[in-house]
């Protein structure tokens, strides 16, 4: 189910993120012998941006990957990404809960909100006001989610949503061992630390903060980022590759991988990191 959250989420906007990037070529192609290089930098600002202004960027040090598709990208670069679409609104999308998922979960604790709208299907918006901010080091990733409005509501089969909360969130979100291991699994560790949810609506009655945080907490570290730990460190992500590299450091993120030929098993060929 994650990763058809991810494909709901990201499918959709995917055209209109590359149709708003202000993405330029520093440089011709470098063509070779079965090879294509192309590298790319992010204009600094969307309004009157100069157009000369990739010819300045600064080439990155990382090396890429002996791989058929090799990529490196800077968190700079990255973080620019997200601060795009958090204001062009690209950050802002809706996803429906699995169908066992619906609102007859709230039936005994808010039987008024269930009636209106009986065993309808639950969906999650999300709408970041501020962009997330992603830092990088020695196969880690920390990524900082602030001013971030989730909401969850009904889905009525006339139409339109029924609202049941919204809250706002910031947090902090931890990965290590991002990394592929020999089963082309990425074996992540995750943690949340300073967890901080404010109520903005309710439909469903009074809701205490401080006990909102408290459990939202217990449970998402003590249960849920485990789970989903347990599941990465054994779950393959990729499907017709072979040799994925994922290194990251404190500057760059490198990823890789050979397209999948007959009797060519996944093996992990990490490279070092910086």
């Not at 429906?96 to 005994?108: A, C, E």
């Not at 560790?189 to 300073?194: P, R, S, V, W």
């Amino acid at each position: 189910w994650i990763h058809s959250f991810a494909v709901k989420a990201i499918g959709g906007k995917i055209p209109d993120i590359f149709l708003n990037i202000p993405l330029v070529a520093t440089e011709a192609p470098n063509i070779t012998d079965g090879e294509l290089r192309l590298f790319l930098t992010l204009l600094p600002d969307l309004p009157g941006a100069d157009a000369q202004s990739g010819s300045k960027a600064k080439p990155l040090d990382a090396p890429l990957p002996d791989r058929d598709f090799g990529l490196v990208m800077s968190f700079d670069a990255l973080n620019s990404i997200l601060q795009l679409a958090a204001e062009t609104g690209l950050a802002t999308f809706t996803v429906g809960l699995r169908g066992q998922q619906n609102s007859s979960i709230i039936d005994n604790a808010y039987p008024e909100a269930y009636m209106l709208c009986p065993d309808c299907p639950l969906v999650v918006s999300f709408k970041f006001f501020s962009p997330p901010h992603v830092q990088g080091s020695n196969q880690s990733v920390t990524v900082q989610i602030a001013r971030t409005l989730v909401a969850l509501g009904m889905a009525h089969p006339s139409g339109g949503t029924i609202p049941l909360i919204s809250l706002f969130i910031n947090t902090t979100v931890c990965a290590s061992n991002v990394f592929f291991n020999n089963q082309c699994a990425i074996p992540a560790k995750l943690g949340m630390d300073n967890l901080s949810m404010s109520v903005e609506t309710t439909n469903i009655g009074s809701i205490d903060g401080s006990t909102l945080n408290y459990v939202t907490s217990r449970v998402l570290n003590g249960y849920v980022l485990p789970e989903l730990s347990d599941t990465s460190e054994k779950k393959a992500v990729l499907e017709g590759f072979s040799r994925p590299v994922l290194n990251v450091t404190n500057v760059t993120v490198t990823f890789g991988v050979d397209m999948l030929f007959e009797n060519v098993s996944c093996t992990n060929d990490m490279l070092s990191a910086d």
